[in-house]
T-cell receptor, first 112, second 114 residues
Framework: NAGVTQTPKFQVLKTGQSMTLQCAQD?????MSWYRQDPGMGLRLIHY???????DQGEVPNGYNVSRSTTEDFPLRLLSAAPSQTSVYFC???????????FGPGTRLTVT | ELKVEQNPLFLSMQEGKNYTIYCNYS?????LYWYRQDPGKSLESLFV?????AVKQEGRLMASLDTKARLSTLHITAAVHDLSATYFC??????????????FGQGTILTVHP
């Protein structure tokens, strides 16, 4: 199993550009989520999904869109990047009956 | 709204000493995690605590959970340099099953020196 994978590892965007951060898992987990990590603030939940076709907002959803068309993939879209979105982004997954929450390797995004 | 507070936020330890990191949370929850993060890396799961009184140990680290006090502790025994990292606690959101949603503490930056 590859676990949770994220691409790209690093990205630099200019203000106003759009992009999609990819997240995939091969463990057949129904629960998937996106977090951002900023210095001194721990990780904060952006969006989450409990299964294909079902998504909901987390603590800091503004400026981000998600969709979940398959169990495996949960992309995060930035429609118009802003410097405040400079952060490290982590995707995570868990099965409903499982205890472990698995995190991907992260994407480091810089918006100039 | 679920709030999670860790203390201390910075911890400088001598090798061989013992210390405890505390994690307080504000509402009931179905699970509590402890993670380790090395600089530039992802989160490594250390412990998952599911019930009141749960205690888990791995090497020099031991975690416990008191759901009545809404408190978890991560105890470090005889610290070694390799334990230097940032440690996070994370709590499953309230309201029954957490659906994979976690609220994190701010993290404790642990430095172990000779």
């Amino acid at each position: 199993n590859a676990g949770v994978t994220q691409t790209p590892k690093f990205q630099v965007l200019k203000t106003g550009q759009s992009m999609t951060l990819q997240c995939a898992q091969d463990m057949n987990h129904e629960y998937m989520s996106w977090y951002r990590q900023d210095p001194g603030m721990g990780l904060r939940l952006i969006h989450y999904s409990v299964g294909a076709g079902i998504t909901d907002q987390g603590e800091v959803p503004n400026g981000y869109n998600v969709s979940r068309s398959t169990t495996e993939d949960f992309p995060l879209r930035l429609l118009s990047a802003a410097p405040s979105q400079t952060s490290v982004y982590f995707c995570a997954s868990r099965s409903p009956g499982g205890h472990e929450q698995y995190f991907g390797p992260g994407t480091r995004l810089t918006v100039t | 709204e679920l709030k999670v507070e860790q203390n201390p936020l910075f911890l400088s330890m001598q090798e061989g000493k013992n210390y405890t990191i505390y994690c307080n949370y504000s509402t009931t929850s179905d699970r509590l995690y402890w993670y380790r993060q090395d600089p530039g890396k992802s989160l490594e799961s250390l412990f998952v605590l599911l019930s009141n009184g749960a205690v888990k140990q791995e090497g020099r680290l031991m975690a416990s959970l008191d759901t009545k006090a809404r408190l978890s502790t991560l105890h470090i025994t005889a610290a070694v340099h390799d334990l230097s990292a940032t440690y996070f606690c994370a709590v499953g959101n309230a309201g029954g099953t957490s659906y994979g949603k976690l609220t994190f503490g701010q993290g404790t930056i642990l430095t172990v020196h000779p």
